[in-house]
């Protein structure tokens, strides 16, 4: 793992005076961990038996994985199987609700060799749970319910909530969240870690890159990256850095955009604060962003995410046919992989010359280590600039409201007066025309 | 199509108000489309006989496309084939040059099947020749040159590049990229038609759609959907909000804000201005960017992008073992669909409790005419904000620098000193450590 951060516009120095407010926050941290207010720290030293068990189980008969889940819930899994799998063809994660999803997914796949994992903390998720119905109902003829039911693997709170009530009451395997993790915290734990092992990832190996990062916790400020992270996200953010831009010169680690995307926003976007974390893919968006990086306002960071092997290359041949192109000569005799690095280095030679703030995470490999690593050294840096914000970064009040109206529309129980209001709110009978 | 902006804080004076610099936004783009400086706006009128034709001949003896290009070349066949096809599982880019992209593409597909359309309107974009020259040196033992001629469809410029110099030279069938038309603009040409029409969409149809846009420029400023748009994110960007936010509610329409997200960049992400477009997915993203987007910064506005009809359905039927659950309960007899709309209804209400400015974009159906509607009306918008903005929203000179750098790496002829200022900017010999 190495970080440069030799060009974003932040120096030694500067990270050194903030060093006592860092040590600061991690005591905070540290803390909060000991009284069981949070989860998350530990999680790299829970013993996994009981997952691999599970899913010795499962594999005996199964051999494809729906995630049913959202958020938090699927992000973790989604990013370590792409990382580690590339496009797995036997994982399928439904999320959202439009009946497109569930209506694709159904012809692809042989509902007798699926395990179905159902993931949800507070097992009341909507859209989990609807989906869950909505699966269940699609399948209940071809399966039966004790068919159905020998598939699932249930993922929620240790004692409370609907899902919790079912597992104990179908005797349907199950799985926890621990009720001191959020949702955005727990890829390392079973939420992340059972479609990890299930499709074959080293789950050990990915507790153990996170040990790693764990340890560099001890380390002086300027000796330890999760601090420096720390430090150089919120100094950018009180320059000015409005958007921190993710951007991963990597296929496979594209989806880690999407897990730091939700970590980040979710937990610093509070009280008219945060930065607004975005995606983007090198170098595709070369072709669609980098204009607006280079010569749009200066208020970005951009953190570079890639590996230095990569995996498979193609040597570009000189075929007669293409002997006399101008633009196809250079290439001969380089690889697709040496043409993927140039571009890199090329927008990297761009950024300095535009002065666009950004940061280097090179990773040797993407293996099992490094993503534990990457995962608990991002979850460290966003719980810290939480401190440094003055917010709570392990919970999100502001997702409540929109669930409520939605309850209201759909005739819950204890939720007639979110209707009301909401009719009044949107200023037209959404009963009349729903859409 | 209904446009309901009575939510962005936007008041219909205030568009009355610069009503006179939209229409003179509109004559400066009519003036240019008459002296030929720009082509967009002539792309409906255009005959496709040429590409239907191509297309029958094609698809006599190939089922699949391969499509080779990447930003302004690949996206708008990708929105509208995702829009229209759904999943379509014989169509594949390859845009990206990280390596494993062609090698997980290779064991998917059967050469003799496959269709391969090269699209660059320079002929010289390097990802692009990069990824034909790799897909002809994996084809070429099996195929041979020949039979992969047969397959080939060059998209490029009439008479200017390498890729126009070898179709003509080998004879192979070539499609036009009008010299007048930038990359993000040429959806509606043979780059986006001619993938659209092998996959089985009647472009015909898409162009019409187009059409119907057009009309609209004729109308009063307050009557026309291209010009009312135009006017709401100008008057948003002035207004602080640095973030335009698109998010679709429709799995089939997600990839319309990576159109949309190129567009807005490279068109309007220049000197020092420019809102950052970012995608969002309802209703995944309601469980990661909802808290930010309520809570968090009020820098962005948001457009939330859905179709009144839903492709399918799904009943959430009462299953005995589920019917105490008080979390599955309120939902037996709604449809997943149903919950999808109730949620989009649900964060426009927190939206407005939160006072997060947004605009709401229903489409009656997705069909060919209001995809095509959709692309005219938003490059007519991005058009007019570059007029607005004062910037040039047809080039893109920012995104030279890093191309130039990575030519120099790989020893181009010519760019031998962008190599050696390329080593002092990064101030480390990539030669030795090229990662």
């Known amino acids: 793992m190495k970080l440069d951060f030799s060009h974003t516009n932040i120096k030694d120095e500067e990270l050194t005076k903030i060093k006592d407010i860092l040590n600061h926050a991690l005591k905070w941290l540290w803390n909060l961990s000991e009284r069981k207010v949070i989860g998350f720290l530990e999680l790299p030293f829970r013993d996994t038996e009981h997952i691999k068990r599970l899913v010795a189980d499962k594999r005996k008969e199964l051999d494809t994985l729906i995630l049913i889940g959202i958020g938090g819930s699927s992000l973790g899994a989604e990013c370590l199987i792409k990382a580690l799998k590339g496009s797995y063809e036997k994982f399928f994660v439904l999320d959202n609700v439009d009946p497109i999803k569930l209506k694709e997914i159904l012809p692809r796949i042989d509902p007798e060799k699926c395990c179905f994992n159902v993931v949800s903390k507070s097992g009341s998720t909507a859209e989990t749970i609807a989906n869950f119905i909505a699966l ?48 955005r915290y727990s890829v390392l734990s079973d939420v992340g870690l059972f479609p990890a092992a299930f499709t074959g990832i080293d789950i050990d190996k990915v507790l153990l890159g996170a040990k790693t990062a764990y340890k560099e916790l001890d380390l002086d400020v300027l000796e330890s990256k ?88 193609f040597c570009l041949e000189e075929i007669p046919a293409f002997s006399e192109l101008e633009s196809f000569k250079y290439l001969f005799g380089h690889s697709l ?44 840096a966003t719980a810290i600039n939480g401190y440094l914000y003055g917010v709570n970064p392990f919970d999100q009040p502001a997702v409540e409201e929109g669930k409520r109206f939605a309850y209201g529309i759909l005739g819950r129980q204890g939720f007639e007066e979110k209707r009301k209001e909401l009719t009044k709110l949107l200023q037209f009978d959404f009963l009349e025309s729903p859409s």
């Open 136 to 183: 269940v109902s699609a399948l209940k003829e071809k399966l039966g319910w004790e068919k159905i039911k020998e598939r699932l693997v249930i993922t929620t709170d240790p004692e409370k909530g609907s899902l919790r009530e079912l597992a104990r009451k179908e005797n349907i395997a199950s799985l926890e969240v621990p009720p001191n993790v959020a949702g």
């Open 337 to 380: 992989g040496e043409l993927f690095k140039a571009e890199l280095l090329g927008t990297m030679g761009a950024f300095i010359k535009y002065r666009v703030p950004f940061l280097r995470l090179t990773l040797d490999r993407i293996n099992e280590e490094n993503m534990g690593w990457l995962f608990f050294t991002y979850q460290v």
């Open 226 to 313: 999760p601090l420096i992270l720390s430090g150089i996200y919120w100094l950018s953010y009180l320059k000015g850095k409005r958007i921190s831009v993710m951007m991963t010169y990597s296929e496979r680690l594209e989806k880690f955009s999407d897990w730091y995307r939700q970590l980040w926003a979710e937990s610093l976007g509070k009280g008219e604060k945060g930065q607004t974390p975005v995606k983007a893919i090198g170098t595709v968006d070369q072709h669609s962003q980098i204009q607006l990086y280079n010569d749009g306002p200066k208020d970005k960071i951009i953190t570079l995410l890639h590996a230095e092997e990569l995996e498979g290359d």
